[in-house]
């Protein structure tokens, strides 16, 4: 287990990605990339059960030890492609062929990926995602202005945290449900910066927390998965996204529809399966998959 930088072009700057397995190993590489307001410690548990290839994990821009964006940016979906796409380029040279795997913001991206470059991916791997949030026309005018004004209020401080375990606590409490503390701490590992005065920030920029201000349209999305020529496999926890999908359920059906070879596998367990609830059982799948 190690770690390595990327240096983005036009000085964009660096992604940090965390590596599992022995370089030597000469099939295909796995990219990983990790859900919203996550870090690649979200494949701590998984990643070492995953045999016979190298598995390098992203910390996205402005998630884990990654750089933010520049002062006055936002984080847009579509950056982020341009972000992975390097990664891809750097992980897997002259076009070389890739293994994607990804964990629900990651699994979107990742999709749309293997769409645009179907004839290097051999495998995608979605972990409680599928695909982006797709923009509603008919909230155009709404949904922009909340992206505007929530900008233009934006303020960058951030209280202190006091201690590791302040962090634990308060990063126990995601918006998909709770977390073990375990879980939690592996998270925390890279989104804590320590100052020399022992004061304790999170690392994890505030901007993406910011509405967007550019998303893909289903049009979109379905286009991507439809040019997907990779075997699929979906992993969903039962307490997971099925579960949390609400209005969202005809849209998520239409998607599932569009693939060409999707295999689907439900367990018990929420949307960080993988890492908290059964990383075994998710590992059990994906190697039956690969196989």
């Not at 940090?16 to 996550?38: E, N």
């Not at 599928?130 to 509603?136: C, H, M, Q, R």
């Not at 049009?219 to 997971?240: F, H, R, S």
Request: proline share 5%; hydrophobic share 40%.
């Amino acid at each position: 287990m190690s770690d390595y930088r990327i240096a983005l072009p036009l000085d964009r700057g660096d992604l940090a990605v965390k590596t599992w397995h022995d370089a030597s190993i000469q099939a295909v590489p796995i990219l990983a990339v990790h859900g919203w307001m996550d870090n690649a410690g979200t494949f701590n548990r998984l990643a070492p059960m995953l045999k016979g290839h190298r598995i390098h994990a992203l910390d996205l821009a402005g998630h884990g030890l990654s750089d933010p964006r520049p002062d006055g940016m936002r984080y847009h979906n579509a950056d982020f492609l341009d972000d992975i796409y390097a990664a891809m380029q750097h992980i897997a040279p002259n076009d070389g062929p890739l293994i994607l795997l990804g964990h629900s913001l990651g699994a979107g991206l990742l999709m749309l990926l293997a769409g645009i470059f179907p004839e290097r991916i051999q495998a995608l791997i979605m972990i409680d995602g599928l695909g982006p949030i797709s923009a509603d026309p008919s909230n155009y005018a709404t949904d922009t202005r909340a992206a505007l004004e929530g900008l233009m209020s934006y303020s960058p401080s951030r209280r202190p945290i006091a201690t590791v375990e302040q962090a634990v606590t308060a990063r126990r409490q995601g918006i998909t449900g709770m977390l073990s503390e375990s879980a939690s701490r592996d998270l925390c590992e890279r989104a804590l910066i320590e100052f020399e005065s022992g004061e304790l920030r999170w690392r994890t920029d505030k901007r993406l927390r910011l509405n967007s201000l550019m998303r893909f349209s289903e049009e979109q999305v379905l286009a991507c998965i439809n040019a997907i020529t990779a075997p699929c496999l979906l992993v969903t926890g039962d307490a997971g996204l099925p579960k949390q999908l609400g209005k969202n359920k005809p849209r998520y059906a239409a998607r599932l529809s569009h693939f060409n070879q999707l295999e689907q596998v439900s367990l018990a367990g929420g949307h960080h399966l993988h890492l908290d609830d059964c990383p075994e059982q998710v590992a059990d799948a994906i190697n039956a998959f690969l196989a």
